[in-house]
């Protein structure tokens, strides 16, 4: 990368993370645990995320923000659960950033308790970009195989939770979920790991509690 | 994005543009046909690659670009079946560029009749990058889902095929091949569409077939 380059990349980078930071700080007071899903397209983050927000909405305000090239697809889907939704459309855009999300919050219904965001289906620029998150969860679905964590490292190094989805497959397919486990811990070893499908609801409670904990922990810090 | 960004991302683009177009002249006049695979991570490029080259190479001279973040596990696998391959490692960038491909070629066999690459998983960045390809394809897995083509429309907008795959998973899978047949020929209508399963090695000789026709096209404009 040439000089001029990489100084427009950092500004972008360090502006970016400044915003993001604040909207951080903002969410955290008010007491709303904020998660960003990162995963390849189509490793099944809009599926993931009804399933938890059928089961979660029973006890806890939430809200979504999808990010997407183009089309109000994953909004829709969410909103026909009856989850307040907003999209998102980047117009091309690999990646959402945070003052894309800065924008959106005020309309987000401030007595939320839980707001996920559902990043563009990439696996290697988002990771680049905090959105004022408190957890960062990536996704790899079993489809994709069990070689990709040291092939995309970053998406697996800077989050706190790697998600497995579709283990349903995993009778029709060749994938080592204990293979990929520990490929995954070898680059990041503080990353939870939970082993799921959106078809079976496998492993869905399990994160639901674990974003629970999260949340009572950031209520604790701004007590 | 802001004037500074957008001068600096179009300088980039450019500069491409041109080194893409001298490697594609060049290829030509060598009746080196290259072929670009573009797709979202673990659509099964090198998979439907290592059926293509072992069926291809009974007849023909073929070589092999692997473009990935990081590892050379790739071409580890094309060099197995006994194709010559070079691995890029971009170490971090999320698509590879003409230039890239330009260092790579010197090494490459100036008699081969092929050039297959394949490009960083992600179905959104390559599709901005011209390497030199005369054909450039689309790779859609079934496990990603049929909703794909218009939530990522510059990779079918810009590819000559799409070719499905993975199409052996269709029995435990929700997609339609129809519907998404239809909606990418929606946004390209001049795409030739395969179906194709590097399990059973479905649509694979359909797809040398065209391949080889392509070749003799090329071969007929530089005569």
């Known amino acids: 990368m040439k000089k ?5 990349l950092q500004d972008l980078l360090g502006t970016n993370k400044k915003i993001a930071a604040t ?9 709303i645990l904020a998660v960003n899903f990162m995963s390849s397209p189509g490793a099944g983050k ?10 979660l909405q029973a006890t806890a305000k939430i809200a979504v923000i999808e990010g997407d090239i183009e089309t109000e697809r994953d909004a829709e889907r969410i909103r026909a659960i009856g989850v307040p939704a907003w999209q998102i459309t980047t117009g091309g855009a690999c990646h959402l950033e945070a003052k894309m999300i ?24 988002p990771a680049s970009y905090e959105l004022g998150e408190h957890l960062r969860c990536v996704l790899l679905s079993t489809p ?4 990709k964590p040291k092939k995309y490292p970053k998406a697996f190094t800077t989050s706190d939770c790697l998600v ?19 490929e995954a811990l070898g680059l990041n070893p503080r990353l939870k790991i939970f082993v799921t499908s959106a078809v079976t609801g496998l492993g869905v409670d399990d994160l639901i509690g674990y974003f629970r904990s999260a949340r009572q922990e950031l209520k604790d810090r701004h007590a």
């Open 4 to 8: 001029k380059e990489l100084i427009v």
């Open 23 to 31: 909207i951080r700080g903002e969410l955290g007071e008010r007491g």
């Open 46 to 55: 809009t599926s993931l995320l009804e399933r938890i927000a059928e089961r």
């Open 102 to 125: 800065g924008k959106v919050l005020p309309s987000v219904d401030a007595g939320i308790d839980f707001l996920f965001i559902e990043n563009v289906g990439n696996l290697v620029c």
């Open 144 to 147: 994709e195989g069990d070689d």
């Open 164 to 182: 497995l989805t579709k283990v349903d497959l995993l009778p029709y397919l060749p994938f080592d979920i204990e293979k990929v486990k520990k």
